[in-house]
């Protein structure tokens, strides 16, 4: 069987800026949504709806606001996508191609950073993540966070006001609603698109800072989609989940052993770079290939 294999690489080694438009800025305070009275995001007193479109070269960009910590997060608004693959090429269960359909919701545009993550750990006095002390902040803040568990990556989204996204919303957020195969189009990307390929870690120098690669990011306008480091999602895995699995926002099975990981790391090879491929991983896992993305259900 393919899936064994496959399940064991994964647990040893996971597989080995977007320019905020001025009409577009808004804020998350006070619970609430502020807007830019021109921003095609729906407003508090429902002039125009979730499912309002716009050019698709403008993403809307949202502030999140956390204990004096501000980061950044693009808006995907509802609608369908196609989700998975014609065949399961990964060997994990990406098979098949089915439409989807998700209400809207905000994704991080940057992988979760050492500064950021720094200042999770002083607020909970959590203990650190693996490989913590490698990391110098003066150097390596705008780097992504690696070694964190799932437990990890949960708690820090929640600290954060957020969540985890749904494997549904990651895969969605990182190819649009053309059925493109990568982030950044149809062709593979290259160290022009993405961090991949290293094979070999050295320090966080390894990683790149978030936001890096302009060519390869999303149609939502969100960076680092795949490669630097796989990124932890809510769902558990099965995989065989695709062929039953809701046609409106599908939540993931009710239970599991393994959770889903996306999004591929500086150590893989290109194969792994598609939005469709599948990762997993124990919630315990931790390494120096995996990170944090956040998402949020707009209030």
């Known amino acids: ?49 979730p499912t309002a479109q ?28 196609l989700m998975g693959s014609q065949t399961d090429e990964g060997g994990n269960g990406e098979d098949p191609l089915h439409r989807v359909y998700l209400d809207a919701f905000f994704v991080d545009v940057y992988e979760v950073t050492v500064a950021l993550f720094a200042r999770f750990l002083e607020a909970t006095g959590q203990a650190p993540p693996d490989k913590w002390g490698e990391a110098d902040p003066a150097v390596d803040g705008n780097r992504p966070v690696i070694g964190v568990t799932w437990y990890d990556a949960d708690a820090y989204c929640r ?28 062709e593979p990307p290259t160290e022009r698109h993405a961090n991949f390929g290293t094979p070999f870690w050295d320090g966080y120098a390894t990683l790149s800072a978030v936001g890096s690669y302009e060519r390869g990011k999303s149609p939502y306008g969100v960076y680092d989609m795949v490669g630097n480091v796989w990124e932890w999602v809510a769902d558990w895995y099965d995989g065989a989940y695709y062929r039953n699995s809701p046609h409106q926002n599908p939540q993931g099975p009710p239970d599991g052993l393994l959770k889903v990981v ?12 598609r939005a469709a491929f599948r990762g997993l991983g124990l919630r315990r896992h931790w390494d120096n290939k995996t990170g944090i993305r956040c998402a949020r259900t707009p209030p």
């Open 159 to 186: 600290w954060a006001g957020k969540r985890l996204p749904t494997e549904a919303e990651w895969e969605k957020a990182a190819r649009g609603t053309d059925g493109r195969l990568y982030p950044g189009g149809e």
């Open 54 to 81: 716009w050019p698709k070269d403008l993403p809307v960009i949202a502030k999140n606001e956390k204990d004096g910590m501000t980061d950044t997060m693009a808006l995907v608004p509802a609608g369908e996508f």
């Open 1 to 49: 069987m393919v899936l064994p294999i496959i399940m064991l690489a994964t647990l040893l080694i996971l597989h080995g800026t977007v320019s905020p438009v001025a009409a577009q800025q808004t804020a998350f305070v006070a619970g609430g949504l502020a807007r830019d009275a021109r921003s095609p995001l729906w407003a508090m007193g429902g002039e125009t709806s």
């Open 262 to 273: 996306r999004g591929a790391s500086w150590f893989s090879q290109p194969q792994v770079t």
